[in-house]
């Protein structure tokens, strides 16, 4: 089993840059694909990036492309999303996922944490 804890959601202002962290307990962390959700209020979760176990190989969505990056480091059993040029739209509660293999849907994922407020000011 995997427990993820995610950090570093904050209030920012458009145009800045912010690194999200999650922390994950278990085993079998760096055998596990992992991914980025978001949320805004009134709308479903959405897919922001994903990577593979080793961290060969990302995707991101087409609305972060180019802006967010997402990254791991399996010694400290951590994923980041680092999160440049950001806008109010992406302002949401981000969650970090853990599973099997890489995907874009939630279904894909076994593990979530609780979650991190990123509120983006205009």
């Known amino acids: 089993q995997v427990q993820l804890v995610e950090s570093g959601g904050r209030l920012v202002q458009a145009g800045g840059s912010l690194r999200l962290s999650c922390a994950a307990s278990?085993?079998?962390?760096?055998?596990?694909?992992m991914a980025w959700f978001r949320q805004a209020p009134g709308k479903e979760r959405e897919f922001v990036a994903t990577i593979t176990w080793s961290g060969g190989s990302t995707y991101a969505a087409g609305s972060v492309k180019g802006r967010f990056t997402i990254s791991r480091d399996n010694a400290k059993n951590t994923v980041y999303l680092q999160m440049n040029s950001l806008k109010p739209e992406d302002t949401a509660v981000y969650y970090c996922?853990?599973?099997?293999?890489?995907?874009?849907?939630?279904?894909?994922?076994?593990?979530w944490g609780q979650g991190t407020q990123v509120t983006v000011s205009s």
């Open positions: 278990g085993r079998t962390f760096s055998r596990n694909a």
């Open positions: 996922a853990a599973g099997v293999r890489p995907a874009t849907t939630t279904y894909g994922f076994d593990y």
